[in-house]
């Protein structure tokens, strides 16, 4: 671990409300992403949880360019993804693809798997990026299908002869077509059945190892998380509150929202499940587009003081990597107001 | 403990394009007062069907049939009229649905919809039904009840509308709740609250509930007892304890280890099940899991094992045990 294969500096991510029919005016954003940094080393798998609206997609989407940035930068390998254009863009995408979450959205229904995972490797073809002829495209595919543990004679039928898992690899065979060093998995098996989660989930472990790949993986699953990641980052309404190594996370949460998070996750053993206490947080998630003093998590917080309400605590270290944004473990440290004046 | 619902030999069926697709097959299960009885399976197995059928909410249609006895409190349901089904639905025995965001009507008031069930079957003047329902609100931790009960669903978040469904499910006090999926849709600190909730009501009202979920974490923390299903079958059926400790079908063990837990070693590989469910239009008559089966023999293909006791308490529907004893079925 030295450089890192991918930094995030700063992103923000706003999507402006609008009102009016005929002349639309911007009323106010929506920060769906504010503020975030991190980085991501070759080799790991970074999990990224939090509830809904939390940004979390929004994030992962920025990293490959399906949503505008607002602010900040994303470096490759040191190089600025959000200045490149054209054949460029194209040439760093090809190492960073996406799983997406349904299986049932995600693939074309008029189009063959065959033309599906085969389609990326001829776009990149007919680019001058890879050079591959019509022949050499189908061997690939029929090598991807083995790979994600389909039959190769499957390539002629449609996606809707196929179930929800099996579409799911499908998906990860289209990710894989273009050898990425990066897999960006949203949410990858949160619309399968418990018992095919594991098949897909032992089958991105496979993955990872054989292809030396890099995974962000987002999942509300904190379970799932645990289970399949090497490092964590927890998100609350577009701001990370939380990052450390797995192990860190769960036997030592800083945050009261991981904590609270933490706690909430059932357990499938009744024995342990009588003997838990849970922190219940009050309230609900409240909206990101509202101009807000202090912190973040201020009207759920059940530690909550009276300088959290002023002012918004900075995302320091507390130990070895492992960072928070909570004054209950920085009590000088003020981070800078979020309000960034656009 | 008093039985207070006796589901004996279901079978539902729906005539589709493709041929009969038998959705639930030949289920037996009783529910005691004042406990919670979780019905878990994967998509498909029949536990929303299950759930529907007890109230009656299936169209019955010809070429789809539902069989057998659904038995509360000495009648069955199954041959009560539309009209006699109508002064038990939503009285005494209440559901809440799996979305709060489509099981509320959204051009109607919360107060309306509440006071609808109480003037239906408490035969309340309007007034009273509307100070009911803030009543009622109030128990389901709604801030500012009286200001709130007038709103319209879209003002409500998705687990405060979950709290509004649940409000009107208790508001006649049934005897039986059935919670289809009640937390699917929300998030986990949101699903603790909706959880604590149903808890707290079902010891405040004396309720009996039928918690049907995927989520064997929410049945472990909620539940008395476990019904397993699988493809329209019931699998394996036993307290809380039994199943999570000792499960005995191959079915629910590969259901258990393939759970990754937040208190568990990391290192240890998922098991998963191989396979996937079987299409329920093409079943044939043996077990529905042979295909996905570990421990599956050649009786297996072609007959289903029944009811076998593998020790006392317990039922279990594989041919790994030993038979029954007739006198329970």
Redesign the interface.
């Known amino acids: 671990m030295s450089e890192p294969l991918l930094s995030v500096r700063n992103l923000r991510v706003y999507f402006p409300i609008k009102k009016g029919i005929l002349i639309q005016k911007i009323v106010g954003y929506v920060r769906a992403v504010d503020n975030i940094s991190f980085d991501l080393y070759k080799g790991e798998i970074l999990g990224v949880a939090g509830?809904?609206g939390c940004g979390k997609t929004t994030m992962v989407r920025s990293i490959i360019r399906l949503v505008d940035v607002a602010q900040g930068e994303i470096l490759w390998n040191g190089v600025n993804l959000l200045t490149l254009e054209g054949q460029k863009l194209l040439e760093i995408r090809r190492h960073i693809q996406m799983i997406f979450q349904d299986p049932y959205s995600s693939l074309d229904p008029r189009m063959t798997v065959g033309t599906i995972i085969a389609e990326p490797l001829e776009i990149f073809s007919r680019r001058g990026i890879l050079s591959f002829n019509k022949t050499q495209i189908q061997e690939q595919v029929d090598e991807l299908l083995q790979t994600v543990k389909l039959s190769p004679h499957m390539k002629n039928r449609y996606p809707h002869e196929f179930?929800g898992?099996?579409r799911q690899r499908i998906g990860i065979a289209r990710a894989l077509a273009l050898r990425p060093q990066l897999l960006l998995a949203d949410e990858p098996v949160s619309a399968l059945?418990?018992?095919?989660?594991?098949?897909i989930?032992?089958l991105l472990r496979d993955l990872q190892r054989t292809f030396s790949l890099t995974f962000v993986f987002i999942a509300?699953?904190?379970?799932?998380v645990?289970?399949?990641a090497d490092r964590v980052i927890i998100m609350y309404l577009g701001h990370v509150v939380e990052q450390a190594a797995?192990e860190d996370i769960?036997a030592n949460p800083l945050h009261p929202y991981t904590k609270?998070?933490?706690?909430?996750?059932?357990?499938?053993?009744?024995?342990?499940?009588?003997k838990?206490k849970?922190i219940?947080?009050s309230g609900?998630?409240s909206l990101p587009s509202r101009e807000q003093k202090g912190c973040i998590f201020y009207d759920r917080c059940p530690s909550r003081m009276a300088i959290c309400k002023q002012h918004n605590p900075a995302f320091v270290s507390i130990s070895k990597g492992h960072k928070t944004a909570c004054f209950l473990y920085s009590k000088e440290e003020i981070g800078k107001d979020s309000s960034t004046g656009i | 403990m008093k039985t207070i619902l006796d589901i004996q030999k279901l079978s539902v069926s729906f005539r589709t394009d493709d041929g009969l697709l038998q959705a639930v097959n030949n289920i037996s299960f009783t529910l005691n007062q004042g406990e919670v009885l979780g019905i878990v399976g994967e998509s498909g197995s029949g536990k929303t069907v299950t759930g529907m059928s007890i109230m009656r909410l299936l169209q019955q249609s010809e070429g789809s049939s539902i069989k057998g006895k659904i038995v509360f409190e000495g009648t069955d349901l199954l041959k009560l009229s539309e009209k006699n089904m109508q002064n038990i639905r939503g009285n005494k025995i209440a559901m809440i649905f799996q979305d709060p965001m489509t099981s509320l009507n959204p051009f109607l008031r919360v107060s309306t919809q509440i006071m609808e069930v109480l003037v239906r079957h408490k035969h309340m003047s309007k007034r009273k039904a509307h100070q009911e329902a803030v009543r009622l609100l109030k128990m389901v931790s709604i801030p500012q009840p009286e200001r709130r009960v007038d709103n319209y669903p879209h003002q409500f978040s998705g687990g405060m509308r979950q709290r509004i469904v649940i409000a009107m499910a208790i508001s006649c006090k049934p005897h039986i709740l059935i919670a289809d999926e009640p937390t699917t849709a929300l998030d986990v600190t949101i699903q603790a609250q909706v959880l604590d909730i149903i808890k707290e009501l079902k010891d405040k009202i004396n309720t009996a509930v039928i918690l049907i979920t995927h989520d064997l974490g929410v049945v472990a923390g909620l539940c008395d007892r476990v019904h397993v299903m699988y493809a329209g079958r019931m699998m394996e059926k036993g307290t809380v304890h039994q199943i999570f400790s000792d499960p005995k079908h191959p079915y629910t063990q590969g259901l258990l280890h393939s759970l990754p837990r937040i208190d568990q070693n990391k290192d240890e590989l998922l098991s998963s099940i191989p396979g996937q469910a079987p299409n329920l239009i093409t079943l044939s008559g043996g077990c529905p899991f042979f295909p996905r089966c570990t421990e599956r023999m050649d009786i297996c293909l072609n007959t289903y094992p029944g009811s076998r006791a593998p020790s006392q308490n317990r039922e279990v529907q594989c041919w790994k045990y030993e038979k029954q004893e007739t006198n329970n079925v």
């Open positions: 509830e809904s179930s898992g099996q059945d418990v018992s095919i989660q594991a098949q989930i032992n509300h699953d904190l379970a799932l645990r289970y399949i797995t769960f609270a998070l933490l706690s909430a996750i059932p357990i499938p053993d009744p024995n342990v499940e009588k838990r849970r219940l947080l609900e998630v």
